[in-house]
Each structure stands twice: as structure tokens, then as C-alpha cells.
């Protein structure tokens, strides 16, 4: 049986030292073990891993790593809709007056008015001014 | 691919992958697809069902990949993991005593059969096979013994016995006896050719 094992282990390379030389010196004197090993390396190469199938890989990584999440197809159309929100808001509101601009009118207004009073009565009191001295 | 990838071990690819890495699992499934896939196809004899179990055992390894420690032994627990899916399918199919039957056929070695000289004989007639002769002779074997050819073409001997939890010492025996099965399956074969031919 140790020729067994050894010859198994020779086969895969898992055989060291004076074990494998040992091993090799009774491969020259032995016909039957040298027929195992010829059939064990004519097997590795007959039996060399064919390739899976390229429709099984892929969908296995369409099931993992390439999954499409729920909202990943909505995604265009999600942003489409926010873009179109966004525009129909710009819209509204250029319709409203310029509330800044309003202000600004108000104000000018406003001081213009209150200039205007304040001048009269800085005229005023010029005049009266003038006249005591 | 990314030859980056490509350099790390199965180790490293595993941590990168846990770490968000898809590349990673990705490149880990690029190198066992082929192999993995011929060991659970050899088993279970049937393209769809051997598809099924090769993404099973992938997929399995994406969803509990936080729950695997990296220890060096990713192929081994890949085959196991597929072995045990393999055994789940036979189980269903009411098939599991097939997997682990012993061939008892196959424990007379045929050298120990034959006269003394014809050792030899046999060694002329090893050669002479196809490649097709040779990978039926490795189908026509008893399942256990089927799976020995296989596994250690992917595997070591000590990875197998592991593996399977056996005894390196009797995974080397099974695995004898599975050579000189397929040695007698060989020369059955061809006597059958001789006689047609004839």
C-alpha cells in the first residue's frame, strides 16, 4: 500500500525528499505503477476544467455585484421630474413682481417725500434764520 | 479585469471584498468559475442544475461573506460549500446513498488480477486512449470515486482529506482504487473495440 499512496502523492507533486527519490527508482523497476501514473497525468490533461458557461457567470453577477436596486430604473425618469419642478418654479416665479426692485421704489419714494418735508423745513428755518439776524 | 486584482490572494480578495469591493468578488469568481463549475457539473450530471448550485454557491458567499473568516483556505471552503450543496441536491432527489456508497467492485486492483508479465501489457495499452475514452472511463466511475478524480485537480491530497474528512491515508487508497477502476473500464472499452473491429 505505501507504493499506492506514494505513487498517488507522487502524481500531484505532494512527494519530497528521499520518499520521492525512493519512489522513482521504483517506478523504473515497476510496470504497474508506471501504468497508473501515465493513466493519472493522460487524466489531468483529459480532464482539465472546461470553461462554466459565460450565461451562468453573468447571471450570477446580475443577481450580486451588477444588481439593479428598485429605484435605479426610476432614476432617470426621478430626475426628469425634479428638472421639470424646478423649471415650473423658475416660471412662477418670474410671474411675481420683483420684490426687491418693489422695495426699492418704496423706499426711494418714501425718502423722497421725507427729504422733500425735511428740506422745506430746513428752508424754513434758514429763512427765519436770515431774518432774526 | 484588473490585473491589480489579479496579483492579490484569495485572502486579500475576500477582505476587500467585505470592505465594499464588488471588483473583488467578481475577480474570485473569474478564478474558481471554471474549476468549480466542473466539479459540481461532473457530480450532478445535469447543465442546469449544475448552473443553479455554481451561482448558489457564489451567491451564498455574497450574502454571509461578514460571517467567513479569512484563513487561507477559500478554495477548500468553496468546494466544501459546494459539495454540500451538491449532497442537498441528492438529497432531494433521493439520491444521497450514491454519493457516499463504496464500490466494492472496485477494491480488486487489477494488477493484483493479472498474471505476472502483463503488467506490462497494461502499461502498452495506457497511452492508446483518447482523451474522450478517458474522460467517459472517469464518468462511468462509482460517484465517490468520480469525485476523488476530479478533486484533485483542483485540490491536494491533504485539502481532499480535509475536505471530506477523512483520513489522508484513506483518500489516498480511494483514490488507487479509482485509477484502477478507470484502468479496467479503459480495457473494457477497448476490447469491446477490438471485438467490433474484428
Partial sequence: MKYCEDLMLYASGELDGPRKEAFRQHLQVCASCRAELKLLQRTDEALAAAAAPGSVVEELFAKTTRRKSFFAGWKPALAGTALLGLGLLMFLGGLQPDKTAFDASEVIAYMSENLDDEYLSFSNDLALFEQEF | ?198
Fill in chain 2, 1 to 198: 479585469m484588473d490585473s491589480i486584482l489579479q496579483e492579490k490572494t484569495d485572502d486579500e480578495l475576500v477582505l476587500l471584498f467585505k470592505s465594499g469591493s464588488g471588483a473583488a468578488f467578481e475577480e474570485l469568481v473569474y478564478r474558481y468559475k471554471n474549476s468549480l463549475y466542473q466539479y459540481i457539473m461532473t457530480m450532478v450530471q445535469d447543465e442546469g442544475a449544475a448552473g443553479d448550485l455554481f451561482q448558489e454557491v457564489f451567491i451564498s458567499f455574497f450574502k454571509h461573506a461578514d460571517k467567513y473568516e479569512p484563513r487561507g483556505k477559500f478554495k477548500s471552503w468553496l468546494f466544501l460549500t459546494a459539495r454540500n450543496r451538491v449532497l442537498n441536491f441528492f438529497r432531494d432527489r433521493d439520491q444521497l446513498t450514491s454519493l457516499d456508497q463504496t464500490d466494492e467492485e472496485g477494491n480488486a486492483f487489477l494488477h493484483d488480477t493479472l498474471p505476472d508479465g502483463e503488467a506490462s501489457l497494461l502499461e502498452e495499452l495506457t497511452g492508446r486512449e483518447t482523451e474522450e475514452e478517458i474522460r467517459r472511463a472517469a464518468l462511468e466511475l462509482p460517484q465517490r470515486q468520480r469525485e476523488m478524480i476530479y478533486l484533485r485537480q483542483y485540490l491536494s491530497f491533504k485539502e481532499i482529506a480535509e475536505l471530506l474528512d477523512r483520513p489522508l491515508g484513506t483518500v489516498l487508497a480511494d483514490c488507487h482504487r479509482a485509477v484502477k477502476k478507470m484502468q479496467r473500464i479503459l480495457a473494457a472499452q477497448q476490447g469491446a473495440a477490438r471485438e467490433v473491429s474484428l
